[in-house]
């Protein structure tokens, strides 16, 4: 199966559903292949997380002193300028 760029834009669920039913999709930009969707199979995907940061538990820190706008304006005064 071949698919255009704005096929691709308008159309991508249909094109990874097909994807998905085991089919093959050639994506083309002004009539050259430019990427092609395929399908994988489960033995493809990795056991493990594939997130960047992967699964984290943010340790809890307590609360922090109340600050205002303003107190916290005057602290970051000057940096990245």
Same mark, same amino acid.
């Given at each position: 199966?071949?698919?255009?760029?704005? $096929?691709?834009?308008?159309?991508?669920?249909? #094109?990874?559903?097909?994807?998905?039913?085991?089919?093959? #999709?050639?994506?083309?930009?002004?009539?050259?292949?430019?990427?092609?969707?395929?399908?994988? $199979?489960?033995?493809?995907?990795?056991?493990?997380?594939?997130?960047?940061?992967?699964?984290?538990? #943010?340790? $809890? #820190?307590?609360?922090?002193?109340?600050?205002?706008?303003? $107190?916290?304006?005057?602290?970051?005064?000057?940096?990245?300028?």
């Amino acid at each position: 199966m071949e698919a255009t760029a704005r $096929d691709f834009n308008q159309r991508s669920s249909q #094109i990874l559903a097909a994807a998905e039913r085991g089919e093959t #999709i050639t994506v083309t930009k002004n009539g050259r292949p430019v990427a092609r969707v395929v399908p994988i $199979d489960a033995a493809e995907v990795p056991p493990y997380s594939t997130e960047p940061m992967g699964d984290m538990e #943010i340790p $809890d #820190i307590g609360t922090g002193p109340d600050l205002t706008n303003e $107190d916290i304006e005057e602290a970051l005064k000057g940096m990245g300028s």
